[in-house]
């Protein structure tokens, strides 16, 4: 009996490592390394992740975003303001009033809970966001913890996603540590999750899963919805080089047009003259009782705030992304996803001229991974499945 149980025994031994190197080619076809350094590179994440959650950004916004959660479940002022302030004051890295003191929107938002709630619809209208943050809220979380968790698990996701899409941990260690993009983790505001989505919407392009990257797009709608701009001009593009067809993406930006208009007429948007003149001219305590719409002096005043851009990070991704496009070979996908990600960035620009970082993060993400992938030089060249044929 035992000597016939020697032979199944030995033929064991081949199979497990047979199957541990069969897992040993997935991991490096996946991911490009050894286990080692997916463990390694992960590790590093992990605690990337760990220090973003630990070490928020002191933003006011966190205060209104809380508000913003806290009112999908009730409706009285003063208990959202009470709900909102408790989870503002025991967060780690407070906000500053003392900073701001001398001016009246900051002293009167903290304290008068009836022009605070009339400040909620400039949040809430980032209605996926803050569903997602009541989800975890109604489990058990503090709000600002919840919210705060979103952002650094979209920072692990990020991670995970670009050195999938280089195959080059080390490069991708040094594209996370850039500041622009470690500071998505730390950021309570619904841009993470919505740069997330469309980097994985990108990827999803560029492996030739267009469905997967249309359906990602629309779903972006919920989290912001001016990212319809950004997804009817990738959607057009996707149409135009049979992506994917003229049906479906019709059909998809169609979607994406009703998310936005649902989310808004729901959540008590106050519309995008108000928004401007509340976000660059003068915070309007009342914008329920008393909005004041912007007009065109004011809206030339906002857009010669973009003479700072020379002074900004956008600069230095803006560089990235032409010196990377010059030698990239013409097959790239890369060739094409770059002017598309800078046509975004001049409409976004031209709708909402404010040049903070967290509202070109997944442009960012992309310049930095072509940069990456022409650095290795193993961008293939004149091949058919780099990139969807033109019609």
């Known amino acids: ?62 205060y209104l975003y809380a508000g913003a959660v806290a009112s999908l479940r009730y409706s009285d002022p ?64 503090p709000i600002l913890v919840g919210l705060r968790l979103i952002s650094a698990c979209c920072l692990l996701i990020v991670g995970l996603a670009v050195l999938t899409w280089t ?39 560029a492996k030739e899963k267009e469905l997967i990257a249309a359906i990602l797009l629309t779903a972006s709608v919920l989290l912001r919805f001016d990212n319809t701009v950004v997804i009817v001009i990738i959607l057009a593009w996707m149409v135009w080089r049979r992506c994917i067809g003229l049906s479906l993406g019709i059909l998809f930006g169609a979607l994406a047009v009703i998310a936005a208009v649902w989310a808004t007429r729901i959540t008590g948007y106050y519309g995008w003259r108000v928004l401007m003149q509340h ?13 004041i719409l912007i007009n065109f002096a004011g809206y030339v005043h906002a857009m010669a705030g973009l003479r700072v851009i020379p002074y900004t990070f956008m600069t230095i991704w803006i560089l990235v992304a032409a010196a990377t496009w010059k030698r990239l070979p013409s097959g790239a996908i890369f060739r094409e996803l770059l002017p598309l990600a800078g046509i975004c960035i001049l409409v976004r620009l031209a709708i909402y001229p404010n040049v903070e970082d967290r509202y070109f993060l997944w442009e960012y993400l992309l310049a930095g991974v072509a940069l990456v992938q022409t650095a290795q030089s193993s961008i293939p060249e004149n091949k058919e499945d780099t990139i969807c044929q033109p019609l």
């Open 279 to 291: 976000s660059f001219i003068k915070p309007e305590i009342e914008p329920v009782t008393h909005p």
């Open 167 to 205: 195959h080059d941990a080390a490069l991708s260690v040094v594209l996370l540590l850039t500041p622009s993009v470690m500071s998505m983790g730390r950021m309570v505001t619904a841009d993470p999750p919505s740069t997330t989505i469309i980097f994985l919407a990108l990827f999803a392009i």
């Open 78 to 141: 003063a208990i959202i303001h009470r709900i909102a302030r408790a989870e503002f004051d025991a967060q780690p890295s407070p906000f500053l009033f003392e900073s701001v003191a001398s001016e009246p929107y900051f002293a009167d938002v903290r304290d008068n809970p009836y022009h605070f709630v009339q400040q909620l619809g400039f949040y809430r209208v980032k209605l996926g966001y803050v569903a997602i943050g009541y989800l975890l809220w109604r489990m058990g979380l």
């Open 1 to 62: 009996m035992i000597n016939k149980l020697k032979p199944r025994m030995a033929n064991a031994q081949p199979n497990a490592t047979a199957n541990k190197a069969a897992g040993s080619l997935q991991i490096r076809k996946w991911f490009g390394c050894s286990n080692l350094g997916l463990f390694l590179y992960v590790s590093f994440c992990v605690i990337l992740t760990a220090i973003a959650y630990l070490r928020p950004l002191p933003t006011f916004d966190r």
